[in-house]
């Protein structure tokens, strides 16, 4: 499967893409209008930062405890059941009045819902494509999710400029029912993919054996830690522009969209496996312009060059399925899922606790930084690796030649 043609062409795939766009574009604009209700009511960087991205760190309560759902539920009436679940929490958090401690009640309970989220489309999308259109079909999700974050940062932040954050996180509660309603009509009833209940002794005994393999372990770690750095210097453009905040997150989705279209569509299979850790240092590298405190417009250019390294995910998750049974392939993706955005939570305490402490800009810094070390200690432990496996292969080579 070498074309966009073909790829629509594929039973289900169209609605199920559409259905994930609307979400992403609820979560978007329902993101940004949270974020700067909570920075106009608090006037505070961390807690603006954490109203965005908060909600992720409860993902490692449900990779701790849930996520053996990703294999167990059947996908339409998951996926269906969540878009519901996520428009009623996003109405709740537009009640007038709503203290801001309740507010972050409410986001722990929506990164619950959330946390089998990742692992229920990346399995079906798993399901839906043959082996060969997996990379090009996720590359497809990962530009609706970047061309719904230009569309509806852009959007959000026209419709803050007139309406109040509450109503629009109204908005994007529609929205959020709206994908609800495309999963439902759109899929055909399928059944889980693993047998057994949803229990917490079946995630952690899945969630060990993908663990247990080193290739899987670097893998993993090359997912959640160095982006999820980079999110913390996004958690803080509300605090560097608050004017111009959907005008960088818009910045940052279009570099997000051409990156994928670019390593997706045009880079052969053979070359992608060479390009996470040049991705991954494109996807610091820009933040450190931030230092010198740049305008908005360069700033916009720096986040847009910056956000293409983003593509990395598509190698590195290739990677994780040719690593992966295909029974818990949802259960593997619901694992990068849920560690990715607990990361990313993490990302975003520590980047506004910096900025509240510093500045927004010294924040950005930080984490970029810290994401080019980790980047780069983790391609020098995947060539030891890497080493270390070729000495064994030549080990057991060399030994029969001996014996003989």
Not at 60 to 87: E, H, K, N, Q, W
Not at 203 to 217: H, K
Not at 231 to 238: E, F, I, P, Q, R
């Amino acid at each position: 499967m070498r074309s966009y043609r073909d790829l629509f062409r594929t039973p289900e795939f169209t609605p199920f893409f559409l259905s994930y766009a609307a979400y992403n574009a609820a979560l978007t604009i329902g993101g940004l209008a949270l974020a700067t209700h909570v920075y106009r009511a608090t006037d505070s960087p961390l807690l603006s930062a954490m109203s965005m991205f908060g909600p992720q760190l409860a993902q490692v309560l449900g990779a701790t405890f849930l996520l053996s759902g990703a294999d167990r539920l059947a996908p339409r009436s998951a996926l269906a059941g969540m878009g519901l679940a996520f428009a009623a929490v996003t109405a709740v958090l537009a009640l007038p009045g709503l203290p801001i401690w309740a507010v972050f009640g409410v986001l722990l309970v929506q990164g619950l819902i959330a946390s089998l989220g990742g692992g229920v489309t990346g399995g079906l999308l798993n399901e839906i494509l043959p082996k060969d259109g997996f990379v090009l079909g996720r590359s497809v999700f990962n530009m609706a999710s970047g061309l719904m974050q230009v569309i509806g940062f852009a959007t959000g932040g026209a419709l803050l400029a007139l309406l109040s954050p509450r109503t629009c996180l109204l908005l994007a509660a529609a929205l959020y029912a709206l994908s609800a309603l495309g999963y439902r009509l759109g899929l055909t009833a399928r059944p889980p993919r693993a047998s057994g209940r949803l229990s917490v002794a079946a995630t952690w005994s899945t969630n060990a054996f993908l663990w247990s393999s080193r290739p899987r372990r670097l893998t993993y770690l090359g997912l959640w830690i160095p982006n999820g750095l980079v999110v913390g210097c996004d958690s803080l453009y509300v605090s560097y522009a608050p004017e111009a905040a959907g005008a960088l997150f818009a910045c940052g989705a279009l570099g997000m969209f051409v990156g994928d279209v670019l390593v997706g569509r045009f880079v052969p299979p053979a070359l992608r496996p060479r390009l996470a850790t040049p991705l991954l240092l494109l996807l610091a590298t820009p933040y450190l312009l931030f230092a010198l405190r740049p305008g908005v417009v360069v700033a916009g250019v720096a986040v847009c060059l910056s956000n293409a390294g983003f593509a990395a995910s598509l190698v590195q998750m290739e990677r994780l399925m040719s690593l992966t049974p295909d029974d818990m392939a949802g259960h593997a993706f619901g694992l990068r899922s849920a560690g990715m955005l607990t990361m990313q939570g993490v990302s975003a305490a520590l980047a506004g606790t910096v900025a509240q402490l510093t500045s927004p800009a010294t924040g950005m810094t930080a984490m970029a930084a810290a994401s080019v070390a980790v980047t780069l200690m983790l391609a020098g432990l995947e060539r030891s690796s890497r080493s270390a496996k070729r000495g064994v292969v030549t080990t057991d080579l060399a030994a029969p030649s001996s014996r003989e």
